[in-house]
């Protein structure tokens, strides 16, 4: 069984700073791409930012050159740095992880349960 748990989110002012982590654990044998995800009310969930199991980074128009996507391997965990925050930027962020799992090593993608990001103008 697989745990992907996220934490981070919270409440800042425009301009400010929040940094998401999110840790998978359970049954692992590896982990490929590892991505966070957002949805705001009355709208689809979209990407934010995505980095593979060799640190290739891909992110969104909307905040490239603000956010920062990396991963830790030894410990299961990717981070999203968000600086420059503005109000547009208020959402529930999803971690998404690939995981190859144990002992089946199928490959399946896990969400988190969501964490919130408010920011005020």
């Known amino acids: 069984q697989v745990r992907v748990v996220e934490s981070g989110g919270g409440l800042v002012q425009a301009g400010g700073s929040l940094r998401l982590s999110c840790s998978a654990s359970g049954s692992i044998f590896s982990i490929n791409a590892m991505g966070w995800y957002r949805q705001a009310p009355g709208k689809q969930r979209e990407l934010v930012a995505t980095i593979t199991g060799g640190a290739g980074t891909n992110y969104a128009d909307s905040v490239k050159g603000r956010f920062t996507i990396s991963r830790d391997n030894a410990e299961n965990t990717v981070y999203l740095q968000m600086n420059s925050l503005t109000p547009e930027d208020t959402a529930v962020y999803y971690c998404?992880?690939?995981?190859?799992?144990?002992?089946?090593?199928?490959?399946?993608?896990?969400w988190g349960q969501g964490t919130q990001v408010t920011v005020s103008s």
């Open positions: 998404n992880v690939e995981i190859r799992s144990i002992p089946s090593l199928r490959v399946f993608r896990y």
